[in-house]
């Protein structure tokens, strides 16, 4: 994935793109194609905006379940970097499994977990400990 978004990014750069590291992934900045923000690709980050420092609104926000929860869209988009270096190729057909660009996607909420507080960037959250039991 990180191949592909090199190559994307690579292709886009006499289009305008312009290429930095940030947020741990080389980030293509101006990406003149898609429908606006980022997509994450291994450890390449497409962005179609000029700073990872944006904000945007959380999946949750966007779809009327929140108010005004606004994240850094770097901080979202290094959750999916480090989801992609702990699946590695299996972390698409798993995003997709787990329904895609969408609200209720595992993957999306724990993006906005992460850039909401730092923590959290697993999809997978280990479930509370029960009574007399300790998380270690």
């Given at each position: 994935m990180?191949?592909?978004?090199?190559l994307a990014g690579l292709v886009a750069l006499p289009f305008?793109?312009?290429?930095?590291?940030?947020d741990?992934?080389?980030?293509?900045?101006r990406f003149p194609w898609g429908p606006g923000g980022a997509l994450t690709l291994g450890n390449v980050i497409l962005h179609t905006g000029g700073s990872m420092d944006e904000t945007t609104?959380?999946?949750?926000?966007?779809?009327?379940?929140t108010r005004g929860e606004r994240v850094r869209l770097g901080d979202h988009e290094r959750a999916h970097v480090l989801q992609y270096l702990a699946l590695g190729p299996l972390f698409l057909p798993m995003y997709?499994?787990?329904g895609g660009i969408h609200h209720g996607n595992r993957f999306e909420q724990?993006?906005?977990?992460?850039?909401?507080?730092?923590?959290?960037?697993w999809p997978w959250p280990r479930p509370e400990p029960g009574p007399g039991q300790t998380r270690g």
């Open positions: 990180t191949a592909l978004g090199l305008g793109a312009h290429v930095a590291l940030s741990a992934a080389v980030v293509f900045h609104l959380t999946y949750a926000c966007r779809a009327g379940l997709f499994a787990c724990a993006a906005d977990r992460y850039a909401l507080t730092g923590r959290g960037w």
